[in-house]
């Protein structure tokens, strides 16, 4: 069985219903492709959660100071929760989180690995390790399950990574 961290340094983040991506005309000029049709290039993974309309999440991250990361930095695979994942959360714990920069950093960076990590890759891993520095158990028995979350969504890609739409908000052992 394949480790996270090699696959991340092999290969080194569903359908947001159909996620909008940023067309830019192919220059033409270095002669690599011949290709001179216009090429598609996605979002960065924030700018595309926001856009697909994960309202708490993205709230969150830019409450954690995250979003410029999630922009400019990759690249990541993020397990993104809905919103309604949020929603089940017990009464306040949002609110809360929003109060704690800290403990909601730390909550958001257990829902992101670095590297791009595409659904074929997840299911050959046992485990993955969170940007918090905490342990992600991966379950591929009956679907795939990131914790006791399920991948509802896979592999949307970004500019900067992978998102993965997770039905339940991970929370870290420590908390």
Do not use: W
């Not at 996605?42 to 922009?71: C, D, Q, S, Y």
């Not at 929760?81 to 017990?90: N, S, W």
């Not at 991948?151 to 991970?170: F, M, R, Y």
């Amino acid at each position: 069985m394949k480790t996270f961290k090699t696959l991340m340094l092999s290969t080194l983040t569903a359908t947001f219903l159909v996620m909008p991506f940023v067309a830019q005309a192919h220059c033409g000029g270095c002669g690599g492709c011949g290709d001179k049709t216009e090429t598609t290039r996605a979002k960065a993974i924030f700018p595309l959660a926001e856009e697909a309309g994960f309202t708490t999440l993205t709230a969150a991250v830019k409450a954690a100071g995250l979003a410029e990361t999630l922009t400019e930095k990759g690249p990541f695979t993020v397990f993104a929760p809905t919103d309604e994942a949020f929603a089940k959360l017990p009464e306040g714990t949002v609110e809360a989180l929003l109060a704690d920069p800290e403990s909601l950093k730390n909550v958001l960076l257990y829902h992101v690995v670095s590297g791009t990590v595409m659904a074929e890759d997840v299911v050959a891993l046992e485990s993955a390790e969170a940007l918090n520095g905490a342990k992600l158990a991966i379950n591929t028995q009956d679907g795939v399950m990131i914790n006791s979350s399920n991948v509802i969504k896979t592999d949307i890609s970004a500019s900067n990574g992978v998102v993965h739409v997770i039905d339940t908000v991970l929370i870290p052992g420590n908390m």
